[in-house]
């Protein structure tokens, strides 16, 4: 019987299916051995880690930017805004490129804007430089917003991406927290300062470049050509993917090679793609026709159907409102911390991060890595039934954890509270940060998983226009109402949005129930021959 989207079964012998189905096909990512598919997970894990940092280091350098170039934070916090412009609509802009050209040819174009934006920022000399630099660099994320996601859905099974997804958001937050924790020290330092954040980031940038380009396999993989091999059985288990690429070719002798993917006669087996090949700068689809223009152009309308999915408004809802809460407390740091009875440097309150980053590796763990366990425990309880919803039980705590913690840090810097109870809200909010993209986004990939690129672009929307809203009123509100207020409002409001996850819990199924067919369709328009 065909499963619903985001329902699955365990194997009678309690091991887990693999989804997708591996094919006897030597250039199947699945089929890559595990140095290989480690080395790709890295690579793009450190390309999210790169453009966290690079996209949160401004503020840090903000006090030097002020007293060289005579500039007002509220001209730092637009510029923000800018940024969460660039990277929501930057990532929908570019999201029909993956299928119609591969994976690689984005990764390159986002770093050569990393590097245009760092070195715009290191030669800023008045406020439009400032925008037009997080312009740059805010575009320069948008691979990381939703392509990183999909680069890595590439390479692990259904079952694995909690895993990866609770690495994907570490590596976010490393990135997020440590960005401005390494800018904290650049500024301060006499030899270098604040421009020397910039020349940095583009220095690291460059240096990517020229790994990704020679370093970063293609990934992109059409499973439905017949060409490129028959899915093994459906009954494999996961100890199987692990296996070597030919030790998988053995276990796949008995499935029948079409005619048209009959094996190499020298060698027996069917020959994958060069070094060449698989570094190629585009990859061209199947369907692409001439340059693919018009379809491009068909991909990006057809991408805005994403928005009437339910779980792509959950999910986008749950990271932006994380985003949101981090534009607060960063401008509290900045606003207050430098001053009595703190009296902070800069590299003072770049420290200040590392709590919040412990907290969101703890969170990540939480999230990510026991996530796994615990949904296949679930589905054991549910007679081998997986169900997407069973992940998000574990949301629950975190909306009591996660406004705690910015409400301690709130009412701490209001009332000029020293260590530990400031840095102990900060460490709570990291833990919120950790867990709700991580749970929500692998919710969203559980319930929908061949929409995943879509989706990851729905929720970058969602996620930086609610950040930029947020970003363009935080100062506004932070000077109407006192530091408690203000985070003992935003507290109830981060409340408000997590228990959004209970109605989800109850009313998920049956909203995949209902959007099942219109998923269907959404996938037979995207992959038709004319798409």
């Known amino acids: 019987m ?15 299916q693999l989804i997708p189905s591996p094919t006897n096909s030597p250039d199947d990512p699945l089929n890559w051995s595990r140095p290989r598919r480690y080395w790709h997970s890295f690579l793009v894990l450190f390309f999210v880690a790169l453009t966290a940092a690079v996209s ?5 350098a903000g006090n030097g930017m002020i007293l060289d170039l005579q500039i007002t934070w509220d001209d730092i916090n637009n510029a923000a805004g800018v940024l969460f412009i660039g990277i929501g609509y930057a990532t929908l802009l570019f999201s029909p490129a993956p299928f119609l050209y591969g994976r690689r040819i984005s990764y390159l ?28 660099v805010g575009a320069s994320e948008s691979c990381a917003e939703a392509l990183a996601q999909l680069s890595l859905s590439d390479l692990f099974f259904q079952h694995q991406r909690g895993l990866v997804l ?24 006499s030899q270098l300062g604040w421009r020397w954040v910039g020349w940095l980031g583009a220095i690291i940038s ?17 499973r439905n050509n017949p060409l490129n091999g ?11 993917s692990d ?10 002798a008995n499935v029948q090679a079409t005619p048209a993917n009959q094996p190499d006669e020298e060698s027996g087996q069917k020959k994958g793609k060069t070094y060449f090949q698989r570094i190629a700068l585009i990859t061209p689809s199947p369907t692409l026709v001439g340059t693919g223009f018009k379809q491009y152009c068909r991909r990006l309308l057809h991408t805005l159907r994403i928005f009437t999915f339910p779980a792509v408004l959950y999910s986008g809802l749950q990271w932006g409102a994380q985003d949101a809460w981090l534009t607060f407390y960063i401008t509290v740091e900045d606003d207050n911390w430098y001053g009595a009875p703190w009296n902070y440097s800069d590299a003072g309150v770049g420290i200040m ?9 703890i969170g990540c763990i939480y999230g990510g890595w026991f996530s796994d366990f615990f949904v296949v425990w679930m589905s054991r309880r549910n007679k081998g039934i997986f169900e997407a919803e069973q992940r998000l039980w574990l949301l629950v705590p975190v909306a009591f954890i996660g406004p705690a913690g910015l409400m301690l840090f709130g009412i701490g810097t209001d009332k000029g509270w020293d260590w530990p109870l400031p840095y102990l809200g900060l460490g709570f909010i990291g833990f919120g940060w950790g867990c709700a993209g991580d749970l929500s986004m692998a919710y969203l990939m559980d319930a929908y998983p061949e929409m995943v690129l879509e989706g990851m672009v729905g929720v970058s929307v969602i996620n930086n226009t609610i950040s930029c809203i947020f970003t363009f009123t935080a100062e506004s509100w932070l000077d109407a109402q006192s530091l408690s207020q203000v985070f003992i409002a935003i507290g109830c409001l981060s409340f408000i949005f997590i228990m959004t996850t209970i109605s989800m819990i109850i009313w998920g199924k049956k909203c995949r129930r209902l959007t099942r067919k219109q998923y269907e369709t959404f996938l037979r328009i995207r992959d038709g021959p004319s798409s």
């Open 2 to 16: 065909e499963e619903l989207n985001g329902t699955e079964r365990l194997c009678s012998d309690g091991e887990v």
């Open 56 to 60: 949160n280091d401004a503020g840090t």
């Open 109 to 136: 174009i986002c770093l050569m804007f990393s590097i245009i934006g760092s070195l715009w920022f290191a030669r800023i000399f008045k406020v439009a430089d400032n925008i037009w630099s997080q312009l740059f």
């Open 166 to 189: 609770g690495l994907y958001v570490l590596a976010t937050s490393v990135g997020t927290f440590m960005g401005p924790l390494i800018a904290g020290f650049i500024t301060d330092s």
């Open 206 to 222: 460059g240096a990517l470049l020229l790994t990704f380009y020679f370093g970063l396999e293609e990934t992109f993989f059409d």
């Open 230 to 240: 028959q899915a093994t059985s459906s009954s494999q288990t996961e100890p199987s």
């Open 243 to 252: 296996l070597s690429v030919d030790e998988k070719k053995k276990t796949a």
């Open 353 to 361: 991060n590392v709590p919040t980053l412990i907290g969101a590796v």
